[in-house]
T-cell receptor, first 116, second 113 residues
Framework: DGGITQSPKYLFRKEGQNVTLSCEQN?????MYWYRQDPGQGLRLIYY???????QKGDIAEGYSVSREKKESFPLTVTSAQKNPTAFYLC???????????????FGPGTRLTVL | GENVEQHPSTLSVQEGDSAVIKCTYS??????FPWYKQELGKRPQLIID?????GEKKDQRIAVTLNKTAKHFSLHITETQPEDSAVYFC????????????FGKGTKLTVNP
């Protein structure tokens, strides 16, 4: 299960506070992704990055922000503008076209965020 | 945009029976179709995938079939065991396009001993 890590595993925040979720990978993958998982909703894409210093909005980007300053790291900030932030957040990474693991996305263990 | 429909949302079978989960996709340019298994409290993990130039792929007790004309693909699990109990997600991707996976909403499979 190594290679992509997320911290913390559980996170509690008060309403109105911004919070940043960590995602790190040592797989040398070019692409990284953030998903939100709610019961019965599957995996919904928040943001993704195919290369350092570049990222694109996914299907539910409103209220979230990301950065990709290093290949290994893709932190996600849940801002106070996100109306219903309580959820399970999954980070994933995949290789680029020349990296062999081009298609498979490897997931981190997830962070369960609860906003009180 | 691309949409993936997955059915059923829940599936209960007896140990030893077969289980089938079906997905349909909307983008005819989709060419990669993975299946992920997520056990309770754990991360999703890839169990099998298929590309659009192949109609069927098997790996021991699991198999995936693809019908490009009808734009649907299915996961087949034979001789189910209690450890197969999990949530299964299908997904599709258009290589050379946005490069993002579009997931179905998942199927909760319960295998009763």
């Amino acid at each position: 299960d190594g290679g992509i890590t997320q911290s913390p595993k559980y996170l509690f925040r008060k309403e109105g506070q911004n919070v940043t979720l960590s995602c790190e990978q040592n797989l040398n993958h070019d692409a990284m992704y953030w998903y939100r998982q709610d019961p019965g909703q599957g995996l919904r894409l928040i943001y993704y990055s195919q290369i350092v210093n570049d990222f694109q909005k996914g299907d539910i980007a409103e209220g979230y922000s990301v950065s990709r300053e290093k290949k290994e790291s893709f932190p996600l900030t849940v801002t106070s503008a996100q109306k219903n932030p309580t959820a399970f957040y999954l980070c994933a990474s995949s290789g680029g076209r020349g990296q062999g693991t081009y298609n498979e996305q490897f997931f981190g263990p997830g962070t369960r965020l609860t906003v009180l | 945009g691309e949409n993936v429909e997955q059915h059923p949302s829940t599936l209960s079978v007896q140990e030893g029976d077969s289980a089938v989960i079906k997905c349909t996709y909307s983008d005819s340019a989709s060419n990669y179709f993975p299946w992920y298994k997520q056990e309770l409290g754990k991360r999703p993990q890839l169990i099998i995938d298929i590309r659009s130039n192949v109609g069927e792929k098997k790996d021991q007790r699991i198999a995936v079939t693809l019908n490009k004309t009808a734009k649907h693909f299915s996961l087949h699990i034979t001789e189910t065991q209690p450890e197969d109990s999990a949530v299964y997600f299908c997904a599709s991707k258009t290589q050379g396009g946005s490069e993002k996976l579009v997931f179905g909403k998942g199927t909760k499979l319960t295998v009763n001993p």
